[in-house]
């Protein structure tokens, strides 16, 4: 089943006379459960699909359907609601709050929602991604894998159905990465969760169930 599309997605950016097609065109489904990686070089468009696919920006014209919605016909505040229910954001800089510890940087979103927060479910993804003893440290005494490991927490707690990862391992080691993006694929899984990542590293991309290729906004293979 297909939980999120993009219909003819169309994204140009201009700039006086000169027009940059950062996507141009591209169509593709993904199903529910599914690891799929993006796979691009620099300026590729791979950034762009990612923004468009979790309603951080509006496409030039196309459709992104996520669940059977059309969520490019959203306000912006509905799409402020909707992206806090509905996905997950993983970035390469983790996107810390360094003021706030482990425990309330993870419980952040769902407090925001003005939800509870499902305690059990915590504990048993902090016991997964091994955070435990984590929990009252601050992000700025952990190293970078610890740090994205706290933000896949983060993203995993509000039990979104996709989960969108930016470069999530662009600043780490390659063994970090291996050990990063292993958790993240056992985490999806176990929760049910879509994972769509970005990444330029071909070795990290073979974790993922299938591979997407883009080269100049169009999809290649
Ligand atoms: N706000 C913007 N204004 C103008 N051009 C933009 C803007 N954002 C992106 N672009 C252009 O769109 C194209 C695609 O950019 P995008 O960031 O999606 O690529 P990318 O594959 O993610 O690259 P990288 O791997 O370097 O992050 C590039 O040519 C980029 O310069």
Same mark, same amino acid.
């Given at each position: 089943?297909?939980?999120?599309?993009?219909?003819?997605?169309?994204?140009?950016?201009?700039?006086?006379?000169?027009?940059?097609?950062?996507?141009?065109?591209?169509?593709?489904?993904?199903?529910?459960?599914?690891?799929?990686?993006?796979?691009?070089?620099?300026?590729?468009?791979?950034?762009?699909?990612?923004?468009?696919?979790?309603?951080?920006?509006?496409?030039?014209?196309?459709?992104?359907?996520?669940?059977?919605?059309?969520?490019?016909?959203?306000?912006?505040?509905?799409?402020?609601?909707?992206?806090?229910?509905?996905?997950?954001?993983?970035?390469?800089?983790?996107?810390?709050?360094?003021?706030?510890?482990?425990?309330?940087?993870? /419980?952040?979103?769902?407090?925001?929602?003005?939800? &509870?927060?499902?305690?059990? #479910?915590?504990? !048993?993804?902090? *016991?997964? %991604?091994?955070?435990?003893?984590?929990?009252?440290?601050?992000?700025?005494?952990?190293?970078?894998?610890?740090?994205?490991? /706290?933000?896949?927490?983060?993203?995993?707690?509000? &039990?979104?159905?996709?989960? #969108?990862?930016? !470069?999530?391992? *662009?600043? %780490?080691?390659?063994?970090?990465?291996?050990?990063?993006?292993?958790?993240?694929?056992?985490?999806?899984?176990?929760?049910?969760?879509?994972?769509?990542?970005?990444?330029?590293?071909?070795?990290?991309?073979? #974790?993922?169930?299938?591979?997407?290729?883009?080269?100049?906004?169009?999809?290649?293979?």
């Amino acid at each position: 089943m297909s939980i999120l599309q993009t219909v003819d997605l169309k994204k140009y950016y201009q700039q006086g006379e000169t027009v940059t097609k950062a996507l141009d065109g591209v169509s593709l489904e993904i199903n529910a459960g599914e690891f799929v990686s993006v796979v691009g070089t620099s300026g590729s468009g791979k950034s762009t699909l990612l923004h468009m696919m979790g309603g951080l920006d509006s496409p030039t014209s196309g459709k992104v359907i996520i669940n059977g919605e059309d969520i490019s016909q959203k306000s912006a505040e509905q799409l402020t609601v909707f992206r806090r229910r509905h996905i997950g954001f993983v970035f390469q800089n983790y996107n810390l709050v360094p003021v706030l510890n482990v425990y309330e940087n993870i /419980v952040l979103p769902v407090q925001l929602d003005g939800k &509870k927060v499902d305690e059990q #479910l915590l504990a !048993e993804i902090v *016991g997964v %991604l091994g955070l435990k003893d984590k929990l009252e440290n601050v992000p700025n005494n952990l190293s970078g894998g610890q740090q994205q490991r /706290v933000s896949i927490a983060r993203a995993l707690l509000t &039990k979104p159905e996709i989960i #969108l990862a930016d !470069e999530p391992t *662009g600043n %780490l080691d390659s063994k970090t990465s291996q050990d990063v993006l292993s958790l993240l694929k056992v985490t999806s899984m176990k929760f049910h969760q879509t994972v769509v990542m970005i990444t330029h590293n071909d070795a990290i991309a073979q #974790l993922a169930d299938r591979i997407i290729r883009i080269e100049d906004g169009k999809i290649t293979n």
